[in-house]
């Protein structure tokens, strides 16, 4: 099943999400076959970016959004 899920970068103790498309598979930091966007939680304000145009895509083929995902997504 293809999930869109978030991926951790950054370095210790100041974490940096991407929100990618994968195979629910693969490990969290696995491979993955599309960036979509990202999370800052650190900053000031909590900075979200998601293409929205993408999402849709992925969503509309049968990809499933984790519980974090949909949170910090608002759908």
């Keep these: 099943m293809t999930m869109i899920r978030m991926t951790r970068m950054g370095r210790k103790k100041k ?6 498309v994968t195979d629910s598979r ?13 999370y800052n939680p650190i900053s ?3 900075v979200i970016s998601i293409d929205e145009e993408r999402l849709n895509y ?4 049968g990809a499933q959004m984790s519980p974090a ?4 997504s608002k759908r």
């Design 69 to 72: 995902v949909k949170r910090i």
């Design 44 to 46: 000031k304000e909590k």
């Design 58 to 61: 992925w969503l509309s083929v």
């Design 15 to 20: 974490p940096f999400y991407r929100i990618v």
């Design 26 to 38: 693969k490990r969290r930091d696995g491979g993955w076959i599309e960036s979509i966007g990202y």
